[in-house]
Each structure stands twice: as C-alpha cells, then as structure tokens.
C-alpha cells in the first residue's frame, strides 16, 4: 500500500492531509478515494494539468511539483516515481520480466499463474510499471513484468528500472520497424534483457540467440511433452505432471511450460502450479477459442508476423474447415507489402480458405474486401458448422471506428459479429 507518511526515499514535502492510497496511477482517470494520481510530464501535455481532477475525484494523495491539498510535493515527480520503484522492488525475493515481438501478455499471464505472482495490468509502460512496483515491490509473492519496446534503447531504460531475476524472450519478428529498423536491432534490443540475470527463451526465439536456455516444445531444453490441441482446449505433459488448458491452443501451451519451468526452479509443487494454470484466463483479442456450431478463435487483440504465423501454425491443428481472416499489420516500414505477401503466403499453406481485408487484403488471402462490413458480409455468407475460423489484424489504436472499417484494422468487430450469428441464427 504507497503511504506517503511511511519513510519515503526521496525528498518531499508530504502534506498532512495526504493518505495511503490501495493503488498508484498516472492516468487521472483512474483517480478515486482509493487511487492516488503521480502527475507526470507527456508527451503533449504535463498530468498537472488534471491534479485538481484527481483530488475531486477523491485520491488519497498527489505526487507533483504543485502547491495542492493531499499533495506529496517534489521537485520532479518521474525522478521520485522511479526512486520509490526501485525501493520497492529492492524487497522482492523474485522478479520476472518479459519481451518479445509477440505472445508477451499470453507468456505474463501463464508465468505469473504458475508462481501465483503479482503481474502488471494491460499497460506496459514505464510510468505504469513503475507504479506496479510502488504498489507491490515488497509483496512476499513474485512480481512479473511485461516489458515492450518500441524504440532503441528503451529495453536498457526498463531494465534500470524494472532490474529482473529472470529475463525471458518470448519470440522474434519484424515489429515497430520503423523505430527498430530491422530483425537484428530487435534481437539486440530484446536480448538487453537477457544479460546478466537467469534467460530463458521460447522456441520461435532460440535461433537468435544460442547458448541460452529454450522453453515449449520439441528440441528445447524446457520441454512438454505429447501436446494434444482440439477446439476445447490443449493437454500436454511437463515432468510426468498434466496439464490441461481449457479453451487454449499451442500458443497458451508454450507460455504454459514456461511458467512450470520458473515454477520448478523457486521450488514451487508442480501439481499446483498446473492447477493454477487451468484456470487462466486470458483477455480477449489474443487467441481466445470460441468452440460452437463453428469455432471462432479471437486473436483481433493486434498483429506482427511472427504473431500470425505463430497463429496459423496452431490453426492447422484444427479440426475441420480452417478458415483465416486476416487484416492490416501495423509498424512495419517500407517493407510493409513484402511482410504482408510473406504472411499471405503462409496462410494459403495453412487454412482451407484465406480471407483479406484493407490495404493490403490481396496479398493476405483468396478473397479480399476492401473494408471491414464488406468482409464481415461475405464471411457470415460462408462461414458453416464445423469450420474453424481465425481472425487476427492490427488494432490501430488511436484510430476512428470508420477508419479502423477502411483500413482493415481492429477485426474485433468481424469476432463479434460471427458469434453473434453464430449463436443467434439457425445452422448451415
């Protein structure tokens, strides 16, 4: 619980009217009688600003510059906010950290289920997993942090501030290219985190960086063993214990053996570390099965090639009519075509049918549409019992409705819409 009255380790004038807050936030959004609010500088616009928004939404208390009821008053509240993470993380026993160009959040969700451990929320930025820290640095149990980057140098400015026991990469591919530059920078980049602490990486990562230790399946050296997928889920066995992840695909098998992995080296019984795992639920958009009349599998949450063809390799292990929908990629520079026509290709060997949509609809399957409604239309025209349809694409975040419908991006809407006929209409 961040109590400004306890012994703080930095200087700061602490107002008396200031409280211990349950949570720590740099969004005044969040605010609330339980939520205390850092006001931090942005990008565009400095979160003083929106301070006295946080007080009359009732938070305990402000870390900022400014002369304010409740205030915690410093002279730079980024410098403070971090001086008190690093405090905080200094008393955990345990902290795990996680990268990679996809699967961060499945490899969080596993990882921290299996060392029944404190993980970060959506967010991975530095401000937020500062405040993770603050909030549960000196908690007895793990902490695991997912740690994206999109720019060079920023894994060396986590690493400072998050300082992990264990560094993991998950995967490597072409992602926020036109920060990174190319599939050699993101090795490096990502490998920050391996230097120094206890490194494991997923199978699809190995390659890229010998010598360390691999986790999933087959020629690895954390290996599951007789990996079994159907539509309601995968099954598999880890140092003669099984495990069972219902609803789950090889991808969520994979983050699986990782965490009995880090589960078996902090000693904990891995019969409840399994336990643990087969009640994981990860959030929506990130290859979610929905078995049914058809199975409707949502990974709409975003998109880089090495995520969907790591998708439609788990896709080929379905039963039935496989059937891809696939839309814009987003971050990928001037070799965007190139990387679409290569994700094209690998769809057409995988799935029985290949659906594209948006800039580059031609080269990502058969059938291309130009804009969302005009895709969703035909695929519920086709779409029939049995079949196993994937849907994956970018999100375009700060993106409209209507251009997230031109561009093809955000296919969320297209996962909706086929469970809603899905559920709601009669049988083909």
């Keep these: 619980m961040p109590n400004p009255h306890a012994a703080l380790p930095f200087s700061a004038t602490v107002y008396p009217d200031a409280r211990p807050a349950a949570h720590l936030t740099w969004d005044s959004r969040e605010a609330g009688p339980d939520v205390a609010f850092v006001a931090l500088p942005g990008e565009t616009m ?6 006295e928004a ?77 405040c993770f820290l603050v909030e549960f640095g000196a908690s007895a149990q793990p902490l695991v942090v997912e740690m994206g980057i999109d720019r060079p140098g920023e894994m060396d400015e ?14 490597i591919g ?11 920078n993101i090795v490096r980049e990502k490998g920050v985190i391996l230097k120094g602490v ?19 399946f087959g020629n690895v050296t954390h290996a599951g063993q007789n990996l079994q997928v159907t539509p309601q889920g995968a099954a598999f066995l880890f140092d003669g214990t099984e495990v069972r992840l219902p609803l789950a695909a090889r991808v969520q098998a994979e983050a699986a053996v990782l965490g009995l992995t880090l589960a078996r080296e902090a000693g904990l019984p891995q019969d409840e570390a399994a336990a643990r795992l087969s009640q994981v639920s990860v959030p929506g958009g990130r290859y979610r099965m929905h078995p049914g009349r058809f199975t409707v599998i949502d990974d709409a949450y975003n998109a880089s090639p090495v995520a969907v063809t790591a998708a439609l390799d788990a896709l080929t292990g379905m039963p039935g009519r496989r059937i891809s929908v696939l839309g814009r990629m987003l971050e990928l520079g001037d070799t965007e075509r190139e990387w679409h026509a290569q994700v094209g290709q690998a769809a057409r060997a995988r799935a029985d ?28 025209a086709e779409v029939r019992d049995g079949d196993v349809v994937l849907v994956k694409a970018s999100r375009g975040i700060s993106w409209t409705p209507q251009q997230r419908a031109q561009a093809g991006v955000g296919l969320d809407v297209v996962v909706d819409a086929l469970l809603q006929w899905r559920d709601g209409g009669a049988g083909n």
Excluded: C
């Excluded at 938070?59 to 008190?84: G, I, M, Q």
């Excluded at 049918?353 to 519920?380: D, I, K, M, Q």
């Design 46 to 51: 400095h979160g003083n600003r929106f301070v």
């Design 54 to 130: 946080a007080l009359a939404a009732g938070a305990p208390f402000v870390l900022t510059d400014l002369d304010v009821p409740r205030a915690v008053r410093v002279f730079d509240a980024w410098a403070a906010l971090r001086t008190w993470a690093h405090a905080e993380r200094a008393r955990n026993r345990l902290v795990v950290g996680i990268t990679g160009s996809a699967g961060k959040t499945t490899a969080k969700a596993y990882a921290a289920a299996a060392l029944d451990a404190h993980f970060m929320p959506v967010f991975n930025t530095q401000p937020a997993i500062a």
């Design 158 to 171: 986590l690493v400072a501030l998050v300082r992990p026991d264990v560094g993991i990469v998950t995967s």
């Design 174 to 184: 072409p992602a926020h290219l036109e920060q990174l530059g190319s599939i050699e």
């Design 198 to 216: 206890r490194g494991l990486v997923g199978a699809q990562a190995a390659p890229f960086y010998p010598g360390v230790d691999s986790y999933g």
């Design 353 to 380: 049918l290949t659906y594209g949509v948006g800039a580059f609809a031609a080269e990502l399957g058969e059938r291309a549409y130009s804009t969302v409604p005009e895709l969703t239309n035909a695929l519920l």
